[in-house]
T-cell receptor
Framework: RKEVEQDPGPFNVPEGATVAFNCTYS??????FFWYRQDCRKEPKLLMS???SGNEDGRFTAQLNRASQYISLLIRDSKLSDSATYLC????????FGTGTRLQVFP | GAGVSQSPSNKVTEKGKDVELRCDPI?????LYWYRQSLGQGLEFLIY????????KSGLPSDRFSAERTGGSVSTLTIQRTQQEDSAVYLC??????????????FGPGTRLTVL
């Protein structure tokens, strides 16, 4: 089993839609969690950290369920500029990246 | 301030040749990672340096791959006797140490390696 698993997608959604990505991790000792965004042919960049109580940053909401070892990212009111690959990242003794979920927002 | 830099940005080599890829992390970042990303694929962890500790080499795909980090700063990833399947973008990232939320990874722009 991979340490971090994500649905690869692609998710094709119209502008204005709400879309959710899920991620599961295998190591219960994992201590911190992140979502990164990677645009085509670019390097990954931090989108947001994922706190135990859940956190929101504008149209983006991240949730963590430690009992189920599950992380989610919700994007509301999707924009064309949200089109990218979203990488789930789990930190145990080092950062481990999921393979990413590709999102394509269309007009 | 300066981010993570990598050189060269592109490298084309012939099968069987050795290549060296360089990474300059952000000053003060003691953690340094190398990843490989093939076209349309996710990030594949290669190796992790943390301060003066022994590196975590668990992701290196074969003994043709090696990396070193001199003086806790610049790192070089060496691939010997390159094969066509080594073609990929090699990404370097640095961060502060630890497992907290403050140790965001900052990535360099990558080196695109093509083995003919």
């Amino acid at each position: 089993r991979k340490e971090v698993e994500q649905d690869p997608g692609p998710f094709n959604v119209p502008e204005g839609a709400t879309v959710a990505f899920n991620c599961t991790y295998s190591n219960s000792a994992s201590q911190s969690f992140f979502w990164y965004r990677q645009d085509c042919r670019k390097e990954p960049k931090l989108l947001m950290s994922v706190y135990s109580s859940g956190n929101e940053d504008g149209r983006f909401t991240a949730q963590l369920n430690r009992a189920s070892q599950y992380i989610s990212l919700l994007i509301r009111d999707s924009k064309l500029s949200d089109s990218a690959t979203y990488l789930c990242v789990v930190n145990t003794d080092k950062l481990i990246f999921g393979t990413g979920t590709r999102l394509q927002v269309f007009p | 301030g300066a981010g993570v830099s990598q050189s060269p940005s592109n490298k084309v080599t012939e099968k069987g040749k050795d290549v060296e890829l360089r990474c300059d992390p952000i000053s003060g970042h003691t953690a340094l990672y190398w990843y490989r990303q093939s076209l349309g694929q996710g990030l594949e962890f290669l190796i992790y340096f943390q301060g003066n500790s022994a590196p975590d080499k668990s992701g290196l795909p074969s003994d043709r791959f090696s990396a070193e980090r001199t003086g806790g700063s610049v790192s070089t990833l060496t691939i010997q006797r390159t094969q066509q399947e080594d073609s990929a973008v090699y990404l370097c990232a640095s961060s502060r140490p630890g497992t907290g939320f403050y140790n965001e990874q900052f990535f360099g722009p990558g080196t695109r390696l093509t083995v003919l």
